[in-house]
């Protein structure tokens, strides 16, 4: 009974350092393979990046004209700001603001 135990105990070591062996010739493939791909990946991307960035950086835009708020001088990009009377604000509130005092400043 014991060589029959020890024959079994053989076998399936045996099996186990097979499975273990094919593991590690898988891995060892899987990492060549992803190595490979990547680099060549990065390679690409950074090469589109570096010809649209300068051509960007190239002219210094003002995507909005700038206003001045009347009641607080603060200035606003003009998408930002409200506009009553024909005089621009900084926002909603100051326009009410200013409109709350009529004889401010301005009535001269
Ligand atoms: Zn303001």
């Known amino acids: 009974m014991r060589q029959i135990f020890l024959l079994i105990l053989l076998f399936i ?3 186990w350092l097979v499975k ?7 891995r060892a493939s899987q990492r060549t393979g ?4 990547g680099a060549s990946g990065t390679k690409g991307q950074a090469g589109a990046n570096g010809g649209a960035q300068p051509a960007a950086q190239a002219q210094p835009q003002l995507p909005e004209p700038m206003i001045r708020c009347v009641e607080c001088g603060v ?3 003009r998408s930002d ?10 926002s909603a509130s100051h326009a ?13």
């Open 13 to 15: 070591v045996g099996q």
């Open 20 to 26: 273990a062996l094919r593991r590690q010739d898988a």
């Open 96 to 108: 009410q603001r200013h409109g709350a005092r009529p004889s401010g400043r301005d009535a001269r």
């Open 34 to 37: 992803t190595g490979a791909n």
């Open 81 to 90: 700001s409200v506009v009553v009377a024909g005089q621009p604000f900084c």
């Open 75 to 77: 200035h606003a990009p």
